[in-house]
């Protein structure tokens, strides 16, 4: 079966810095998804990212904050910018895999930031 | 607005017993999807089961099943002979029409007793 892979799995990184999380699926989808997981907490879609178009961000997420990338129909990049410990979360990026609205997830990226 | 409700912040059960997470949702489109889904203390996001509004029946993945009450919005899983490794968060998902952006409960944490 298809595979979503996410990098880095994980990162502590220090307040103000920048990082950027990479997510490869292994065959062509044309949406994929990024969530975040705060600690403790439910999944929140940050943003969908389109091939070939700005992503699309859900309310309280803006493109200077969390910049996405989406390059080809099998690759895309979120990265947080300027963090703060409040940034501390789980990303994961998904795709609908099978055509049938069902959404695949990455195993995620856990951040702290310090 | 849509929303998604588990109120078992906790749940317990003995191993190869079954056991019943609940999930109530609300929404007024006639068209909208329901999903569980596993978080194992790993933090990758695994599907488990998906119910359509307009199925007749109550789905059914191997050990997982969902017990869909439309009238009541109800959609509950139930995991039959529990295993040591059923322990993690269950989540549950919604989805109107024409989108992908899941609205996720706040999750019922799982742990299976030997």
């Known amino acids: 079966s298809a595979v979503i892979s996410q990098k880095p799995s994980r990162d502590i990184c220090q307040r103000g810095t920048s990082l950027t999380i990479q997510c490869q699926v292994d065959?062509?989808?044309?949406?994929m998804f990024w969530y975040r997981q705060q600690p403790g907490q439910s999944l929140t879609l940050i943003a969908t990212?389109?091939?070939?178009?700005?992503?699309?961000?859900e309310s309280g997420f803006v493109i200077d904050k969390f910049p996405i990338s989406r390059p080809n129909l099998t690759f895309s990049t979120l990265t947080v910018s300027n963090m703060s410990p409040e940034d501390s979360s789980i990303y994961l990026c998904s795709v609908d895999l099978t055509g049938a609205n069902v959404l695949t997830f990455g195993a995620g990226s856990r951040l702290t930031v310090l | 607005a849509q929303k998604i409700t588990q109120t078992q912040p906790g749940m317990f059960v003995q191993e190869k017993e079954a056991v019943t997470l609940d999930c109530t949702y609300d929404t007024s489109d006639p068209s909208y999807g329901l999903f569980w889904y596993k978080q194992p203390s790993s933090g990758e996001m695994i599907f488990l089961i998906y119910?359509?509004?307009?199925?007749?029946q109550n789905a059914t993945e191997g050990r997982y099943s969902l017990n869909f009450q439309k009238a009541r919005k109800s959609a509950n899983l139930v995991i039959s002979a529990s295993q040591l490794g059923d322990s993690a968060m269950y989540f549950c998902?919604?989805?109107?029409?024409?989108?992908?952006?899941?609205?996720f409960g706040t999750g019922t944490r799982l742990k299976v007793l030997a």
């Open positions: 998902a919604m989805r109107g029409p024409g989108t992908y952006k899941y609205i």
């Open positions: 065959s062509q989808v044309t949406m």
């Open positions: 119910q359509g509004s307009y199925d007749q």
């Open positions: 990212a389109n091939q070939g178009s700005e992503a699309t961000y």
